[in-house]
C-alpha cells in the first residue's frame, strides 16, 4: 500500500506517493526502477506531481498569502560583513576579511634601495616568503606620529589577485561583522586623505571606524607598488 500525499483541500483525490513505500525513499522493490534508475523518471511520479499542483487552492490560501507579501519586512539579526578592525596613530579603521590573508606579530622591515619616503616601505618576511611592505598610513596621508613602542603592533597580510602585501598597523581590535543598516555617511570632519579611501562609518565599542573602500585602496597600493 503506497503513502498518500497530503491534500491541499479537503475532499481532493489523494496522490498516491508510492516512491515513499517501495521506490528510491522506500524499500526499492518496485520493478520500474531497473528501467528508471530513479522515481523522478518514472511517469508514475510525474502524474503525481500534475494531479497534486492541479488542485484547487485552500479557500485561506489567497487570504494568507496576501498577508504575508503585504506585511512589513523583518529586520535581519544577522550579520552580513565581516572586517578587520585596526588601528593607525589615532585612526580606527576597518578592512573586509575577504581581502585578508591573515595578521602577524611585527618583524623586521628591509628597506629598499630608491624607495625612502614613499608608500613602499620595503620588504619584510611573513612565513619564508619576502613580501613589499606598504605604508598605510602614507597612502591616506594620515598623521606619522611617531608613538613609543606597542605591544600590539601587527602586520596585515592583504590579498589582491594573487598579489600580496604587509601593512603596518599600531593595534588590532579584532574581527567584527555589522549589517548594512548600521554604517552611516562619512562626516565632513574626515581628512580629505582618508575620505578617498574611505566609504563609510559605523560604531564599535565607543569608536567610530571608518571603513575603507577595498575598491580603491587595493588598486592605489598596488600603483604604489609598481
Known amino acids: ?51 497534486f499542483l492541479d488542485q484547487d487552492m485552500p479557500e485561506a490560501y489567497l487570504a494568507e ?27 580606527w579603521l576597518a578592512f573586509p576579511m575577504l581581502a585578508l590573508e591573515e595578521v602577524v606579530k611585527r618583524r623586521p622591515i628591509h628597506s629598499l634601495p630608491h624607495r625612502r619616503g614613499g608608500v613602499v616601505l620595503g620588504l619584510v618576511n611573513v612565513r619564508g616568503a619576502l613580501l613589499i611592505c606598504v605604508s598605510l598610513t602614507r597612502l591616506m596621508a594620515l598623521d606619522e606620529t611617531q608613538e613609543e613602542d606597542h605591544a600590539g603592533r ?49 560604531a564599535w565599542k565607543d569608536r567610530t571606524i571608518g571603513l575603507l573602500d577595498e575598491q580603491r585602496l587595493l588598486p592605489a597600493l598596488n600603483r604604489s607598488v609598481a
Not at 491541499?8 to 521506490?23: H, K, M, N, T, Y
Not at 498577508?67 to 588601528?87: D, K, L, M, N, S
Open 154 to 202: 601587527r602586520l596585515l597580510v592583504i590579498s589582491d589577485h594573487g598579489q600580496r602585501l604587509a601593512a603596518p598597523v599600531d593595534e588590532v581590535g579584532g574581527i567584527f561583522r555589522y549589517r548594512a543598516d548600521e554604517v552611516k555617511a562619512l562626516p565632513d570632519t574626515v581628512a580629505k586623505g582618508a575620505a578617498n579611501f574611505t566609504k563609510a562609518t559605523f
Open 1 to 51: 500500500m503506497t503513502a498518500p500525499i497530503a491534500d491541499l483541500r479537503a475532499g481532493s483525490p489523494p496522490v498516491e506517493a508510492c516512491w515513499s513505500v517501495i521506490g528510491v525513499s522506500g524499500d526499492r522493490s518496485c520493478p520500474e526502477l531497473a528501467i528508471q534508475v530513479h522515481c523522478r523518471n518514472c511517469p508514475v511520479y510525474a502524474g503525481a506531481a500534475v494531479t
Open 65 to 91: 498569502l496576501t498577508a504575508y507579501v503585504a506585511r512589513a519586512p523583518e529586520r535581519q539579526e544577522g550579520a552580513t560583513h565581516a572586517v578587520i578592525i585596526f588601528r593607525l596613530g589615532g585612526e
